[in-house]
Structures are given as structure tokens and as C-alpha cells.
């Protein structure tokens, strides 16, 4: 158990729906980070949240979203889906806001199917 | 231009041997950092290692900061081993601690 947690695992839906995929850090770490993992793009990173606030942002959809809460948990909502969203996203965690090194911890993952 | 980028793209060895893996980069990246996906697809952290050698069991990397590239040797490969390995790095005087990574080395060891 790395500590960062993701839930759900899996999720299944449909074309048009919306998820929302949550993020717990690991226990003292104040940044959370997004990545998308599919096929054709590998491991990309979406956005960063530190201590609350939007710190960085990637290759994200505008359709695409997320928040951090007052407790550090984050939420990403993915909104009108489409089949090419159909991937692993990860959560990441670090102490700090900037260059995680040792302390940057991934998540197992939630695996969005889109039909 | 290719900021990560590793080869070989596939490996496949037969249990027991031993493999080098290797990752280039570009000078806009520093910080290196290996990671394994293993086949249920969660991201293990195996070295942070920005230069010089470190070695874990029968894992060690390399990185040769000045000439961009970075080594990862598997001693005594087992079937545990499988799953993908990724190089990644931070965006050189970056202010945020997001990763670049490269699109990994496929590994399959066979019994």
C-alpha cells in the first residue's frame, strides 16, 4: 500500500456521462497531481493541486476538471465522455509543491471504460 | 523534441538473465526517476537517482547527467520482473514537480 488512495478501481459508463474519480494523499503530503495513462498518449499529467489551490496544469480537456478539499483530498470530474477517454488515471502525492523527488507516491490507479 | 525517451521499446528474456535498459534526455529535463508498472497496472517507484549510481537487490541505475542518459540494469531477472519500466523527469527550472515520462520499455520474462 503506497498510502495515496484512489477510488473506485474500475468504472464502466457511458458516452456523454460524467465521473468523478477521488484521491486521497498519502498522510502529510500537501500536493496532489493527475495523470492520464491510454494507449496511443502514455503517461500524461493533467493538473496539480497544492495545499488547495491549482498549482499546474498539463494536456487537460477542458471537459475535465478537478478540485482539492480543505482535508487534501481531490477529485477529478471527467464530464461528456467520449470513448477516447477511456483510460488508467493516477493520483500522485508529494510533501511539497514543487519537484516531488523521494516523497512523490502514485496511487494504484482508477481504470475508466467508456461505452 | 522528445524530452524522455527509452529503448528498447520491447524485451523479452528468459528467467535468469540479465538486461540493461536505457533512457535518453533532453537538456529542458533533470531529476531523473525510474518506475515499474507491474501487470495490474500500479506505478512503483523504483529510483530517484538525478545522477551517479544506486543500486537496490538485484535493481541498479545509472545516470550520466552530462551526457543525458540514464541506465537501468536487471541482474537475475525472474517472472516478477515483467510489467513496464518508465523513465520520467522534471521539467528543468520548472516550479511545479510534474513528470515527463517516457513511454517505457515493455519487459517479459519468461520461466
Known amino acids: 500500500d503506497s498510502g495515496v488512495t484512489q477510488t473506485p478501481k474500475h468504472l464502466i459508463t457511458a458516452t456523454g456521462q460524467r465521473v468523478t474519480l477521488r484521491c486521497s494523499p498519502r498522510?502529510?503530503?500537501?500536493?496532489v497531481y493527475w495523470y492520464q495513462q491510454s494507449l496511443d498518449q502514455g503517461l500524461q499529467f493533467l493538473i496539480q493541486?497544492?495545499?488547495?489551490?491549482?498549482?499546474a496544469k498539463g494536456n487537460i480537456l477542458e471537459r475535465f476538471s478537478a478540485q482539492q478539499f480543505p482535508d487534501l483530498h481531490s477529485e477529478l470530474n471527467l464530464s461528456s465522455l467520449e470513448l477516447g477517454d477511456s483510460a488508467l488515471y493516477f493520483c500522485?502525492?508529494?510533501?511539497?509543491?514543487?519537484?516531488?523527488?523521494?516523497?512523490?507516491?502514485f496511487g494504484s490507479g482508477t481504470r475508466l471504460t467508456v461505452v | 523534441g522528445i524530452q524522455v525517451e527509452q529503448s528498447p521499446p520491447d524485451l523479452i528474456l528468459q528467467e535468469g538473465a540479465n538486461s540493461t535498459l536505457r533512457c535518453n534526455f533532453s537538456?529542458?529535463?533533470?531529476?531523473l526517476q525510474w518506475f515499474h508498472q507491474n501487470p495490474w497496472g500500479q506505478l512503483i517507484n523504483l529510483f530517484y537517482?538525478?545522477?551517479g549510481t544506486k543500486q537496490n537487490g538485484r535493481l541498479s541505475a545509472t545516470t550520466v547527467a552530462t551526457e543525458r542518459y540514464s541506465l537501468l540494469y536487471i541482474s537475475s531477472s525472474q517472472t516478477t520482473d515483467s510489467g513496464v519500466y518508465f523513465c520520467?523527469?522534471?521539467?528543468?527550472?520548472?516550479?511545479?514537480?510534474?513528470?515527463?515520462f517516457g513511454k517505457g520499455t515493455k519487459l517479459s520474462v519468461k520461466p
Open positions: 500522485a502525492s508529494s510533501v511539497g509543491d514543487a519537484w516531488g523527488g523521494y516523497g512523490y507516491t
Open positions: 498522510s502529510g503530503d500537501l500536493s
Open positions: 493541486y497544492y495545499n488547495g489551490e491549482e498549482r
Open positions: 537538456d529542458s529535463v533533470n531529476n
Open positions: 537517482i538525478p545522477s
Open positions: 520520467a523527469a522534471f521539467l528543468r527550472g520548472g516550479s511545479q514537480g510534474n513528470l515527463i
